[in-house]
T-cell receptor, first 116, second 115 residues
Framework: AQKVTQAQTEISVVEKEDVTLDCVYE???????LFWYKQPPSGELVFLIR??????QNEISGRYSWNFQKSTSSFNFTITASQVVDSAVYFC?????????????FGQGTELSVKP | EAGVAQSPRYKIIEKRQSVAFWCNPI?????LYWYQQILGQGPKLLIQ????????DSQLPKDRFSAERLKGVDSTLKIQPAKLEDSAVYLC?????????????FGPGTRLLVL
């Protein structure tokens, strides 16, 4: 069955520290897509990144980087030199190819608190 | 480009009352989703529309929840009668065509509190 696990419920760091948010997924499909969304206190889910199962290249965007490893079914997210504005709940999500319509299956979320 | 719009942003009702939420997707997006997010959890899909047709409503509690998207643009989600466990954030999202793996863009959500 499809499932996304974010084992870290809450993480607290001091500004400028690096932090990694873990995401482990389960799927029986060979074609699937993985996403990260950020949910600030305002409540809106902000799209960060989308990867498909055939592209295992790591990606870097500014202070953000993502490490996708099919061998361990993980799609981890690292913030380098964290800032207070990074404080939010971060969600990892899975979309399976056989699950027509693009339904997203979300993890429980990791609440990141960056203190000055 | 305008994002997904939702209203109201907040709603407080008594149990057994009815409530309705409205969503206007990004212009040109054929697919619209309603998700329910209970405090401390990730969003869960309630219903998905492709234009004005329902693609997936398998997790919609049909005895009390209903949704429509009559003209294939904006949508309304209704709860009648509400229960205490319906307290949650209701998120609307849209995507261009609803294809597998397509990015969904979310609105600000409606926070519902049922007393």
């Amino acid at each position: 069955a499809q499932k996304v696990t974010q084992a870290q419920t809450e993480i607290s760091v001091v500004e400028k520290e690096d932090v990694t948010l873990d995401c482990v997924y389960e799927t029986r499909d060979t074609t699937y897509y993985l996403f990260w969304y950020k949910q600030p206190p305002s409540g809106e889910l902000v799209f960060l990144i989308r990867r498909n199962s055939f592209d295992e290249q790591n990606e870097i965007s500014g202070r953000y980087s993502w490490n996708f490893q099919k061998s361990t079914s993980s799609f981890n997210f690292t913030i380098t030199a964290s800032q207070v504005v990074d404080s939010a709940v971060y969600f990892c999500a899975l979309s399976e190819f056989y699950n027509q319509g693009g339904k997203l299956i979300f993890g429980q979320g990791t609440e990141l608190s960056v203190k000055p | 480009e305008a994002g997904v719009a939702q209203s109201p942003r907040y709603k407080i009702i008594e149990k057994r009352q009815s409530v309705a939420f409205w969503c206007n997707p990004i212009s040109g997006h054929a697919t619209l989703y309603w998700y329910q997010q209970i405090l401390g959890q990730g969003p869960k899909l309630l219903i998905q529309f492709q234009n004005n047709g329902v693609v997936d409503d398998s997790q919609l509690p049909k005895d009390r929840f209903s949704a429509e998207r009559l003209k294939g643009v904006d949508s309304t989600l209704k709860i009648q009668p509400a229960k205490l466990e319906d307290s949650a954030v209701y998120l609307c999202a849209s995507s261009l065509a609803g294809a597998e793996g397509e990015t969904q863009y979310f609105g600000p959500g409606t926070r519902l509190l049922v007393l």
